[in-house]
């Protein structure tokens, strides 16, 4: 494996990041796409404002300029690995409630999934890049949520979607920050604006 | 100090209770209380403090005699008073509810209460008056029954129009006992004591719509109440797309009437209780239709393996996922049930049941049933008068002459228990298109063969062949793919 501040890693490091932009952007695309359904399907209103729900990551972060490049990489992994956690539960919730009757939803939901893996994986990469490699998944699990009605659920999903479209936003900024520094080099400056 | 209005009741025809008063309240001693049991001397005479006595029920009259006394013990007055049957009230004892139990999916709650028939005569009748109650007194409701000198435990059934969690329901039961041959007035028990079924407003952690994700049927009016914490406001309950007016139940719960519900989406119709701007309550009806009779139910073998049933499930229910219908297929002969998996957005829906050994007859009853309802059809079926082979594979024409060929196909299936009429499509050229049946014995998973003469020589052939039962025939199986030959030179 190339050591961390090699040419190659540098121009892999750059290469992962544009990539992981251009994936974090398509994702936030289809997330709020699937949110148009998820709404008209669930009969929700588009406009209501759900509380916070335990087990959904939330993208708003304090003094985001101030954050290490490991940081970042770490708390985006976190996240889209309950997002993939959190779908993988809504798309089985999905079959069960409804079975075949609403195959659009499903493979909805299904494609942001993949995405969602994907981008996981992705970031897992340039963890490895950053010569740390990304933490264990074990115990990572967030444990399923507790039983709730299924009106509960439906306002879960509306900000399980809310939550991604968000953090595919952020995700775009963390990588671009991360484009303009090396691998591995952890601290990268950042200008004061925050997502 | 005079005794007076004497007055006598009983509750079970034997025994009757009889009070007085007397006419100066003063201090008394004890009293002595005496009475003839059918006017025949001598009477019977005891002391009693209380201005109450527990004596027969006499079968004609009977003569009481009542002495006040001082505290020293001198009398004060004496009075007899002459009771007839008819100065006798009748009074059943007051009833008790045993259990009173509810079902909170079905909103139904079950009274259970004794009789008590064991101390009246055989046969009687007796009229409960079952009163319910939901903040006001809301509906009182008459049952009947017939006493049998045993003590039956009674139990009835009430279905509320709302879910049972929106606020307490209370209970009381009172009898009137129609004691024909009873001369005296008869009135009605007192009211037993109230049960209640406690709401969800009553539970500090019973915030909440109701009822949660339940199924009803198109057309029914549904009432759907929001339980939320004292003193908090109810913004709007809106069911579907529409704001509805609030019904006020108590200080916690507010309801809405939905009438004649139409069929919810796929995800149900949301029914959300707006309490503040970013707080609210919901919950998910699903309204659809029962399952509707099958039609068109067909049952048919391919192979002798495997009975093959289809059917046109009518009207669509609207209910998916885990509320969907529900097919089994019970075979009543063999008493062999199969669950069907069906594919609900399948037009024709299919269902596989298994060749039981040598039986031949198949009695089938298709059940159907989802959260709303159940139904079922049925068919009676000769497996030999359904045969519907599956198409013939690996055709193959050898020829050994230039007017004759020799075809052999297989077709997958046991079909031992008929013989097999198969039909050869023998084309050549364009427009010239014959058919020759022939009968074949069925085998078991076979090649079968057959003889084609009087062809042209050296003449291109395009053969295909399909099969049914030769005996009764249903259906012909599809073509099998077709095979080119060309005959010999003569």
Redesign the interface.
């Known amino acids: 494996m190339a050591a961390a501040d090699s040419p190659s890693a540098a121009l892999r490091h750059r290469d992962l990041c544009s990539r992981g932009i251009r994936l974090a952007g398509k994702m936030r695309l289809d997330v709020i796409n699937l949110l148009d359904t998820y709404v008209e399907r669930q009969g929700l209103d588009a406009s209501a404002s759900v509380a916070a729900v335990e087990g959904v990551p939330v993208a708003a972060v304090e003094r985001w300029d101030e954050q290490t490049g490991t940081q970042r990489l770490l708390e985006n992994l976190v996240a889209y690995r309950a997002f993939r956690a959190l779908l993988a539960q809504m798309l089985e919730e999905q079959r069960e409630q409804l079975g075949e009757a609403d195959t659009t939803l499903g493979r909805a939901l299904a494609a942001v999934l993949l995405q969602v893996s994907a981008f996981t994986y992705h970031l897992e990469e340039l963890l490895r890049l950053e010569s740390r490699g990304p933490p264990g998944e074990e115990g990572a699990e967030p444990p399923p949520p507790p039983p709730v009605s299924l009106f509960e659920r439906k306002l879960r999903g509306l900000r399980v979607l809310r939550e991604l479209a968000q953090w595919a936003l952020r995700s775009t900024r963390d990588l671009r920050q991360l484009a303009k520094a090396s691998p591995g080099s952890g601290s990268v400056p950042s200008p004061p604006n925050s997502p | 100090g005079h005794p007076q209005n004497l007055k006598c009741v009983t509750h079970n025809l034997h025994k009757m209770i009889c009070t007085w008063d007397a006419s100066s309240r003063g201090r008394h001693g004890q009293t002595d209380f005496c009475y003839t049991t059918n006017d025949l001397p001598p009477p019977v005479c005891f002391k009693t403090k209380e201005k109450r006595v527990e004596i027969p029920v006499p079968e004609r009259s009977t003569t009481v005699t009542i002495t006040t006394n001082s505290i020293s013990g001198t009398t004060f007055a004496t009075k007899d008073f002459e009771i007839h049957e008819k100065d006798i009230s009748f009074v059943p004892l007051t009833p008790r509810i045993l259990s009173l139990t509810p079902d909170f999916s079905t909103s139904t709650l079950n009274v259970k209460w004794s009789d008590n028939g064991s101390v009246f005569p055989y046969g009687l009748d007796a009229f409960w008056q079952i009163q319910i109650l939901r903040g006001e007194a809301m509906e009182k409701v008459m049952y009947y029954s017939k006493l049998t000198h045993e003590d039956i435990i009674l139990s009835w059934n009430w279905t509320s129009d709302m879910p049972l969690e929106c606020t307490s329901h209370y209970v009381k039961i009172r009898c009137y006992i129609n004691v024909t041959q009873f001369v005296g007035p008869k009135d009605w028990s007192d009211w037993s004591p109230v049960e209640e079924i406690p709401g969800k407003d009553t539970d500090p952690n019973g915030n ?2 109701f009822p ?2 339940t199924v009803v049927a198109v057309g029914s009016d549904v009432t759907i109440c929001c339980v939320h914490e004292e003193g908090q406001q109810i913004q709007r309950m809106t069911y ?1 797309p529409d704001i509805h007016p609030m019904i006020y139940l108590s200080s916690r719960s507010s309801a809405i009437r939905v009438l004649n519900a139409s069929a919810s ?8 209780c707006i309490l503040s ?8 009806l699903f309204v659809g239709y029962a399952p509707d009779i099958p039609q068109n139910l067909s049952c048919e073998t391919s192979n002798f393996l495997t009975i093959k049933c289809t059917w046109k499930p009518g009207r669509p229910s609207g209910l ?3 509320r ?1 219908t529900n097919y089994s297929l019970f075979e009543r002969i063999s008493g062999k049930n199969v669950s069907c998996k069906v ?3 399948n037009r024709e829906r299919v269902c596989g049941f298994p060749v039981l050994g040598d039986q031949n007859i198949y009695d089938f009853v298709l059940g159907v049933s989802n959260p709303i309802g159940q139904t079922k059809s049925s068919l009676l079926v000769d497996l030999t008068k359904r045969v519907h082979p599956k198409s013939p594979e690996k055709l193959t024409v050898s020829g050994n002459s230039s007017t004759s060929v020799r075809l052999h196909w297989f077709i997958n299936g046991s079909f031992t228990e008929v013989r097999l009429l198969c039909q050869i499509e023998i084309s050549s050229g364009r427009y010239e298109r014959k058919l020759h049946n022939v009968t074949v014995p069925g085998g078991n998973f076979s090649t079968y063969t057959a003889q084609l003469n009087a062809l042209h020589p050296y003449t291109k052939y395009w053969f295909s062949v399909r099969c049914s039962a030769a005996d009764h025939f249903w259906r012909w199986s599809d073509w099998s793919r077709v095979e080119e030959h060309t005959t010999l030179e003569a």
């Open positions: 909440g719509v949660q994700d579907g989406d796929t995800s149900g119709t949301n029914v959300v701007e970013d707080e609210m309550e919901g919950t998910v998916y996922g885990n969907k594919d609900e957005m």
